[in-house]
């Protein structure tokens, strides 16, 4: 909880929180790949209190331009977590897709009664340090293509 409430003036240019949506969910879960940012755009006009609109570009057209405050980010922040937004295929829900690129390992967790087999996979537009542990029969199911 922020201790004092985040605002932004006319002019002032943002990031814009998208969030991945991985090809695999579980229970309703949309991941559970980090939050990125797009950007900067600039501020065009405040909407009440919480609320303001963004010069969105010619290609981002179909996204609503409105943003609750929660969703924006001052503009100076590291470059490390602002992803380009021209390669991105962003959803009207500022998401995107994220598809298994390469497996980069395999394991297998030892349960009381079983032995589970897991994978270790990159993900596209998460960067060589941003890896998840993946069940391999879901994988083997989903994307039989990284096992050929």
């Known amino acids: 909880m922020r201790r004092r409430p985040l605002e932004f003036g006319v002019g002032d240019f943002v990031y814009i929180k998208v969030k991945p949506r991985k090809g695999i969910s579980r229970f309703g879960v949309k991941g559970k790949l980090a939050p990125r940012y797009i950007g900067p755009f600039p501020i ?71 032995e589970v087999p897991l994978v270790k996979v990159q993900w596209t537009h998460q960067g060589k340090g941003k890896v998840t542990w993946e069940l391999e029969a879901e994988m083997r199911e989903k994307h039989p293509h990284l096992f050929s």
Request: charged share 25%; net charge positive; glycine share 2%.
């Open 44 to 114: 065009v006009q405040r909407i009440g209190n919480m609320a303001y609109r963004v010069d969105l570009p010619q290609e981002l057209e179909h996204i609503h331009s409105v943003f609750h405050v929660s969703q924006l980010k001052k503009s100076p922040l590291e470059t490390q977590q602002v992803l380009t937004w021209r390669n991105l295929s962003l959803q009207s829900d500022a998401t995107y897709k994220t598809e298994p690129i390469r497996i980069l390992a395999r394991s297998t967790r030892q349960l009381r009664n079983r």
